[in-house]
Each structure stands twice: as structure tokens, then as C-alpha cells.
């Protein structure tokens, strides 16, 4: 696979997860609050049951593209730049896994989204959508770049 693909498979992944980030947190999770107690434990199992292909599959593969990025990078994105975006990327995952998992185990076992449960995840939440808008101002420079590069004839 070449330094091209990988460095496209990385764009789309990432700005794909942004999207998806901003959704849960200025939509999904703040309608959360909205939901009666009997209805919050039917909507919670199915969100859950959805997140793999639809949240999952897409921050594995932003997981491992940025990670590849680092090894393999078109001229206009310095390895150093790359390992941002990996170090990015990486973090979300990791607060999704560590910081927001635990909650939604919570709520999965108890049916109930609790007030100070919710607030925390909504925090999470915001967290990684300003990690994500970071890491797609990174690749909007690397754009800018690949324009200059490509510009130039080089």
C-alpha cells in the first residue's frame, strides 16, 4: 500500500470519526436526558448493539492509518506532524475505551442514565470532539501542503 493510500485511508477515517464525535456529543448523548427512565435501558441496549460498525470499526481503522502515517507519509506530511495526528487519533480511543467504556457499562448494568454519570459523559465526550477538530485542523494543513507540493510540480 502506498504512502498515498494510506495517507487518504487516514484523512477519511479521521474526519469520518470527527463527524461521528460531534453527532454523539451535540446530538446522541444530550438527548439522553429527554429519555424516560423505561425507555433509557431499550435505548441504550440498542445504541450499544449499533456502536460496532457504525462507531467502532471507523476508530480502529483511524487508529491504525495514523499509525501507519507515522511509517509511511507522503513528502508533504512530516513525520513528526504524522505522530500528532497519530498521538490524536490515539487518545480518543483510549478515553473512549477507559473514560466513557466504564459509564456505558454502567448504565448497560443498571438500565438507568444516571445525572452525574450523563454530565461526565457528555465531558468525554467533549473532550474528544476538540481532540477530533485538532486532528482535522492538522489534516487541513497537510491539504494545504499537498496544494503547495502539487502546485509547484514537484
Not at 37 to 44: K, R, Y
Not at 85 to 110: C, E, K, N, Q, Y
Amino acid at each position: 500500500m502506498t504512502a498515498g493510500c494510506i495517507f487518504v485511508i487516514a484523512v477519511l477515517a479521521t474526519a469520518f470519526c470527527a463527524a461521528v464525535n460531534l453527532y454523539t456529543f451535540q446530538i446522541a448523548y444530550p438527548l439522553w436526558r429527554v429519555v424516560g427512565t423505561a425507555e433509557f435501558a431499550a435505548l441504550h441496549r440498542e445504541y450499544l448493539r449499533r456502536l460496532n460498525w457504525i462507531i467502532t470499526a471507523p476508530h480502529v481503522v483511524m487508529f491504525f492509518s495514523s499509525g501507519a502515517l507515522i511509517a509511511w507519509h507522503p513528502e508533504f506530511v512530516t513525520r513528526s506532524s504524522a505522530i500528532v495526528l497519530f498521538a490524536l487519533d490515539a487518545t480518543v480511543v483510549a478515553v473512549s475505551a477507559f473514560a466513557a467504556g466504564p459509564i456505558h457499562d454502567r448504565f448497560a448494568r443498571t438500565g438507568v442514565a444516571d445525572a452525574e454519570g450523563l454530565r461526565r459523559l457528555i465531558r468525554i465526550s467533549a473532550l474528544r470532539s476538540g481532540l477530533m477538530l485538532c486532528a482535522c485542523g492538522l489534516i487541513g494543513w497537510w491539504l494545504v501542503r499537498a496544494s503547495l507540493y502539487w502546485g509547484h510540480g514537484s
